[in-house]
């Protein structure tokens, strides 16, 4: 079971790129010019991973941080 879930809220998402500049090992830009959350996998209009790690949560975090539009949350793991 993981511990955290990373999600991403696609819909709210305006493509500043901030994600892909802090972490790029977990965010890119897609061919749309909006974040795409790299290994997620949709539920409903939303982009969710589940990590394990702190370090992986820390980073997301820092991208979570950055996004001037508040499109990325990070839950804790149920």
Not at 37 to 51: F, R, W, Y
Request: charged fraction near 30%; proline fraction near 3%.
């Amino acid at each position: 079971m993981a511990k955290y879930k990373v999600i991403l809220q696609k819909s709210d998402c305006i493509g500043c790129g901030a994600c892909s500049a802090i972490c790029p090992d977990f965010w890119e830009i897609d061919e749309e010019g909006l974040a795409k959350l790299k290994n997620g996998v949709k539920v409903g209009d939303n982009l969710e991973l589940d990590i394990n790690s702190e370090d992986a949560k820390a980073r997301n975090q820092e991208a979570a941080d950055a996004c001037p539009a508040q499109a990325i949350r990070i839950k804790s793991g149920k």
